[in-house]
């Protein structure tokens, strides 16, 4: 998967505060240099811009996500519940979804979060029916939400 950093993703990352760009840019280069082959699925919502990173094209299959908010971002994973947690470092206490809240770089336990990458990635293939003609490698824009409530309480 290529790093390039296209005019709509500079676009998307825009209303963030430098300091959470600038995260994002790093943990996405950390996921993709680790999953090359896994997809880049990309969804800007009203709240939040979200990136998911699949083996398919389908973010029901998501190993992780990055999803940006004002003043953090929370890397999560779709199936945290069924993930080893020995430290108990993920928060969330819904069905599946699990995350880490991230501010700096000192907030990413970078060994640990491998290890439940991982396991998460190994999970999202399990559970694949068709593993034929999926794509590799893509970035793709899944939905731009209209109207969004931008970081500092902005709309538009």
Same mark, same amino acid.
């Given at each position: 998967?290529a ?8 676009n998307f990352l825009?209303?963030?505060p430098?300091y959470?760009?600038?995260l ?16 880049e699925?990309i969804y ?11 083996p398919?094209?389908?973010?029901g299959d998501?190993f ?27 928060k ?9 809240t ?6 990413m336990?970078v060994n640990?979060?491998?290890?439940i ?8 293939l399990?559970?694949?029916?068709d &593993? @034929?003609?999926? %794509?590799? $490698? =893509?970035t793709?824009?899944?939905i731009?939400?209209? &109207? @969004?409530?931008? %970081?500092g $309480? =902005?709309?538009?």
């Open positions: 998967m790093k390039e950093l296209n005019e709509q993703i500079k825009a209303p963030y430098e959470i760009r600038d994002t840019l790093r943990i996405r280069d950390f996921i993709r240099d680790l999953y090359p082959k896994s997809n699925l800007d919502n009203y709240n939040a811009l979200v990136f998911g990173y699949s398919t094209d389908k973010a998501a992780c996500s990055l999803a940006l908010y004002s003043r953090h971002l929370n890397f999560g994973f779709l199936r945290g519940s069924e993930l080893s947690d020995p430290k108990k470092l993920l969330g206490k819904g069905s599946f979804y699990r995350y880490i991230l501010q700096t770089d000192e907030d336990p640990y979060i491998k290890k990458l991982k396991e998460s990635y190994i999970n999202s399990s559970r694949l029916k &593993k @034929k003609n999926v %794509p590799s $490698g =893509t793709t824009v899944k731009i939400a209209g &109207k @969004k409530r931008r %970081p $309480g =902005t709309t538009g």
